[in-house]
């Protein structure tokens, strides 16, 4: 699958919910970048990621292994 890489022409805080985030505004323009990801479902060794890059961690501290853990 193809993630599409993008830039934010503005990016704003606009507001602070009570659980201490921030509203955001932004606009953002895709760009002829991207990523490819692929998924294996059904093995026994959990969410694992991989890539070529080496300051890409590949650890829990990678938010696309985060987003995998939170969604299952």
Not at 26 to 35: E, G
Not at 44 to 54: F, L, S, T, V, Y
Request: hydrophobic share 45%; aromatic share 10%; charged share 20%.
């Amino acid at each position: 699958m193809r993630a599409p890489a993008k830039i934010n022409l503005f990016l704003r805080v606009v507001g602070k919910r009570r659980d201490g985030y921030h509203e955001l505004g932004s606009l953002m323009c895709p760009v002829a970048l991207y990523d490819t990801l692929t998924f294996a479902f059904g093995g026994a060794g959990g969410i694992r990621i991989g890539c070529e890059h080496p300051d890409v961690p590949e650890d829990s501290s990678n938010l696309a292994a985060l987003a995998a853990g939170l969604f299952f």
